[in-house]
């Protein structure tokens, strides 16, 4: 009977052997699987891992160049590289002559209603003193009335510039400003004062006034569009608006000396109010300059010809060459990454074949000499977690920010593992994330 059975048993196919064994194992084998693929994106890939070095390593065998690449730059040198491009392209500006004429319009409009407003305060204070002359006599109710229609004149002008112009007509220094001519106010010629604040301000717009800080203006000129030939200039040949607003201050002073002056008061916070800029940044045109100049910068600064040697054997690898490495690194990264869809399927599943197969090293120990640990998925689970912290932590640290291949985290691996099981799962553990 026992035959019997051993020769039915022996008719049983592969995967009717297997079955009880995948029934039983599933969970280990889904985690065990998805190990090996989450570790296949974080793994160096192609041939770029042979070109994978780090400052005075020194190479058991010489490296030859297996085709003609060009040397990249290193990032300070294409970085100072691209900085000098775009000191080079000038920052270009459009004058506007719109803009100059609509604020000196804004300027003289405002002296206008000042003028208004001091021609009202003057009526206002004369009806006001008839009102108090008059106030017995039989046409009283007449100057009263020319009163308050002066008295609502005075404030609606006074309504009207507070609308239009930031400032507060009874605030310092602009309630004195509108005092002039009045024998308790300033003593001066406003038409005298409107011209010299107008001319302060055409001087700056004929210098130029750039609409942005100077600070922000990388190129060491600009180009001014004012026509059909642009000009173009060193960028300190112009002003900003703070520098333009310091010049005006030096030549209004020039003109009132006297800093307790109402005009140099009054005179300046004009000029802060009305002197806007007329050069206009044209950021869409000087970025497309930009961009194309950028464009224009040599990403690289040499070229090594096919079967040139880079580095001999047992000799240190400097910062040049490890430049030459890492340029021929990407040019095979490059030409890996022309494969067809046959080519990188192969090379994928080539990986996933290497990586299985060392992952399966440790595990097929724990299914072998350490069953009870093994048969518990939970246990295989923190296990395969402790390698794929590991390989994420390596890529990182490696891969991505560039320290050494000494800089590895297998101590804490082995640790870790040594303390939640045993020394020999450590040692094993650790042997095949090495």
């Not at 000038?90 to 300027?107: A, D, E, I």
């Not at 932590?393 to 590895?408: D, E, H, K, R």
């Amino acid at each position: 009977m026992l035959k019997k059975s051993k020769k039915k048993y022996g008719k049983l196919s592969l995967f009717e052997r297997a079955a009880p064994v995948l029934n039983e194992f599933w969970p280990q084998a889904v985690i065990l699987s998805s190990l090996v693929v989450l570790s296949s994106f974080f793994f160096p890939r192609g041939e770029a891992l042979k070109y994978f070095y780090q400052l005075n390593d020194i190479p058991r065998e010489p490296i030859i160049a297996p085709f003609t690449f060009p040397i990249l730059k290193s990032e300070e040198k294409l970085k100072t590289d691209l900085e000098n491009a775009l000191k080079l392209e000038p920052f270009v500006f459009k004058r506007n002559t719109k803009f100059v004429q609509k604020w000196t319009n804004s300027l003289e409009n405002f002296f206008l209603i000042s003028e208004e407003i001091m021609e009202a305060k003057g009526k206002y204070i004369q009806s006001k003193d008839l009102v108090y002359r008059y106030r017995y006599d039989e046409n009283y109710d007449i100057v009263l009335a020319d009163f308050k229609a002066d008295s609502i004149e005075l404030s609606q002008l006074n309504l009207n510039i507070e609308t239009q112009y930031s400032i507060s007509i009874n605030e310092t220094p602009w309630a004195s400003f509108f005092d002039v001519g009045y024998q308790t106010g300033p003593q001066y010629d406003l038409s005298e004062f409107e011209n010299t604040i107008i001319q302060i301000c055409r001087n700056r717009w004929a210098e130029g006034i750039y609409d942005i800080p100077k600070i922000d203006i990388k190129s060491d000129k600009t180009m001014i569009d004012q026509g059909k030939v642009p000009v173009l200039a060193n960028a300190d040949e112009y002003h900003d608006l703070e520098s333009a607003w310091i010049k005006a201050k030096q030549e209004l002073t020039q003109s009132y000396s006297n800093k307790n002056e109402i005009q140099n008061t009054i005179g300046y916070d004009l000029i802060v109010e009305f002197m806007k800029p007329n050069l206009i940044y044209d950021k869409e045109v000087t970025e497309r300059r930009q961009q194309s100049r950028l464009d224009r910068v040599p990403r690289f600064q040499g070229t090594i010809l096919k079967d040139e040697r880079i580095v001999d054997a047992n000799e240190r690898i400097s910062e040049e060459v490890l430049l030459t490495l890492e340029s021929l690194a990407t040019a095979v990264g490059e030409k890996e990454g022309g494969k067809t869809g046959a080519q990188v399927f192969l090379s994928y599943f080539g990986r996933l074949i290497v990586i299985g197969s060392i992952i399966s090293l440790a595990f097929t120990f724990l299914s072998v000499y350490r069953r009870s640990i093994f048969q518990q998925w939970k246990m295989i689970f923190l296990i395969s977690l402790v390698f794929l912290t590991e390989t994420v932590l390596v890529y990182l640290s490696v891969i991505q920010l560039g320290f050494s291949p000494y800089f590895l985290f297998l101590t804490v691996s082995a640790m870790t593992l040594t303390i939640l099981f045993d020394a020999r799962i450590g040692f094993m553990g650790t042997t095949s994330m090495a």
